[in-house]
């Protein structure tokens, strides 16, 4: 195995696991046995969103997806531990990407469910205190950023997710979209994610994810980005 070669997974795997615990560290709902990770229970019932998001696309994303990227991300780690201990560089460059997605996944996933709320506990509404303060420093009025980020959501080509996110650097907030299931990292901090995968909303919406896009905002839950801002 050439250093070069031994050098560049060092890195890599240095990268990933900086990426991790950034992302750990900044939710409290990553639950892990033993060093696993495992699939938090909601705050709510999957039926108490509706009629914004359905009881039963809660219970698909949550039981079916979501414990998915938490069963493939365990498998991954398991077998880059296997790879480690072999000296196998190979193998475990080539589980980075799939330790990045799905854990990830698993990262994103647990951040959202608790950026939701039922309108009894809150959910919906317009943002108070710091987080309106921070929104109208940014975007001028909560309508305007509504309109942006419903933009941003629209405009992501395929499956991803668009985020709120509080620069570390500058303390500004700003909205970015981000592939696939990549996670929120680096000088970010996120603060309230939106799933534009579709099957976040096709059993219910179809093709029309701007109703989906429009709804979700009426079970938004403002007390946690307030928490993470």
Known sequence: MSATLFRTSAIARSALRARTSTKTAAMASMSFVRGKATLPD????????????????MELHHKNHHQTYVNSYNAASEQMQAAEQKGDIQTQTSLLPLINFHGGGHINHSLFWENLAPSKNGGGGEPSGKVKTAIESS???????????????????????????????????????YANQDPVVGKYTPLLGIDAWEHAYYLQYQNRKAEYFSAIWDVINWKTVEQRL
Do not use: C, M
């Open 139 to 177: 975007y001028g009025d909560f309508n305007s950023f509504k309109t942006k980020f419903n933009a941003a959501l629209a405009g992501i080509q395929g499956s991803g997710w668009a985020w709120l996110v509080k620069d570390n650097e500058t303390g500004q907030v700003h909205i970015r979209t």
């Open 42 to 57: 909601l705050p709510y019932d999957y039926g108490a969103l509706e009629p914004s998001i359905s009881g039963k696309i």
